[in-house]
């Protein structure tokens, strides 16, 4: 019975040991399952300046940061363009029964895609993912970052 007692004893220790060890080689810039962390922004992609949850931002958005703002240099932003023209009405008519993206021709399904495709941006007149009457991406961000 000693044996056993003893036994356990030396299996917990070593377990103890082993997640300690472990515990301390994990990366800070990857999740657990190996995919890298990156900026907070929807669609930016790019690597954070810190780690931690409230300050996990690149330097392009850092001003959104709750404890690094005052550390946000208008420098590092630069005014974006939007370069994906809108269809007009002719190209899309003339897209139609195509199978346009991936959609089977004359579907409903093409028919909002083609619409989709259509939007434009209110303001500078290329195309928007954002819906109808709305600003595109990069216009809301310059309107942001102040270059408009």
């Known amino acids: 019975m000693k044996k056993v007692i003893v036994f356990l004893l030396v299996l917990m220790v070593c377990i103890g040991i082993y997640s300690i060890f472990t515990s301390n080689n994990k990366d800070e810039w990857h999740y657990s399952n190996g995919e890298s962390i990156v900026c907070r922004v929807d669609g930016c992609g790019k690597r954070p300046v810190y780690s931690n949850w409230n300050d996990r931002f690149c330097e392009e958005h850092l001003n959104k940061s709750e404890n690094h703002a005052s550390q946000y ?38 028919d909002i895609e083609l619409k989709a495709a259509m939007v434009k941006c209110k303001k500078c007149g290329m195309h928007s993912d954002n819906g109808a009457n709305s600003l595109c991406d990069e216009c809301r961000y310059n309107e942001e970052y102040g270059f408009d």
């Open 73 to 110: 240099s208008p420098s590092v932003a630069t005014k974006k363009i939007n370069t994906k023209h809108a269809l007009t009405k002719e190209e899309a008519d003339a897209l139609r029964g195509t199978g346009y993206h991936g959609t089977r021709p004359n579907s409903t399904a093409e």
